[in-house]
């Protein structure tokens, strides 16, 4: 496993009327492998599109980010992606979703098939193999698509808002096996939310974004992800340093909002 570098990222589109939206610009980080990361902000701050440079979905308008030695300039296997909606392919069974890259891959069916079913127990969907994926519920969907992101093994975890369509118990449990699959596996991840409450649960370092151009605003380190690992999510929420950097947060992605709304009323 390597580390994440983003050296002075910019991203420019051209909007329908031509005019030039700068997504992100001079974003650069380095993210340890191991480390869990959130990334938040209000809407058209750069939290997705700065996620899909490091999918190699898109190219950089100016900038790099590397993982390791070699730069990102395509998507590759040492990256995986959980998107919010799962994107599993529901004429399959679970364990034929779990299984497809490795299928891919063309790796040895035997050895696969004991994989699959290792990581279908510790997402807590073992026995759950043979059903159709489409009978799932939302929650277990998204026990899917971890499986199937992490039995490739993966260097790199992108989660795009992987909980966000959730109901609120069942996230809280989703968020729980985020951070068990986190200390077990040892893996990099970058998360992406909209929820502040998520962002400090789960992340070890968090990125707080501001809008026009998109760019890093606050970096947080924090306890409660690994606090997380030994304690109930609940009690952590009551946790006095937790509500304040909750409403700090808040407060600071309010007035981001306010300003945005300001300038738009000015135009």
């Known amino acids: 496993m390597s580390n994440l570098v983003s050296q002075n990222v910019n991203m420019i589109f051209k909007s329908p009327k031509g005019e030039t939206v700068h997504a992100l610009k001079d974003v650069s980080f380095t993210l ?3 480390e869990l990361l959130t990334v938040l902000g209000p809407s ?6 700065l996620l899909n440079i490091a999918a190699g979905f898109l190219r950089p308008t100016s900038g790099t980010i590397a993982l390791g030695e070699k730069e990102i300039d395509g998507p ?10 799962g994107a599993l392919f529901e004429w399959l069974t679970v364990a034929e979703n779990v299984n497809f890259g490795l299928r891919m891959k063309k790796e040895d069916p035997v050895k696969t098939e004991k994989k699959v079913e ?3 127990e510790i997402v807590g969907l073992q026995g759950f193999g043979n ?3 489409y009978q799932l ?3 277990m969907q998204q026990r899917v698509a971890l499986a199937r992101c992490l039995i490739n093994d993966p260097d790199l975890i992108l989660m795009d808002e992987p909980l966000g369509a959730l109901d609120a118990l069942t996230r809280e449990k989703m968020q729980s096996l985020v951070l068990k699959i986190w200390k077990e596996t040892g893996k990099t ?6 929820s502040v409450e998520e962002a400090l649960l ?3 370092r968090v990125y707080v974004m501001a809008p026009r151009p998109g760019r890093i605003h606050k970096e947080y380190k924090l306890p409660f992800a690994n606090m997380g690992l030994y304690e109930d999510l609940r009690e952590i929420k009551n946790n006095k340093e937790f509500v304040s950097k909750r409403e700090e947060i808040l407060s600071m992605i309010w007035d981001m909002e306010e300003e945005i709304m300001g300038k738009e009323n000015l135009g």
Do not use: A, D, Y
């Open 202 to 204: 789960l992340g070890e």
């Open 76 to 85: 590759g296997v040492e990256r995986g992606m959980v998107f919010q909606q």
């Open 131 to 133: 059903t159709p994926t």
């Open 32 to 34: 340890k492998r191991g």
């Open 189 to 194: 991840i970058i998360l992406i939310t909209h």
């Open 137 to 139: 519920s939302g929650g």
């Open 44 to 49: 058209g701050c750069g939290k997705t599109t």
């Open 118 to 120: 290792e990581w279908l």
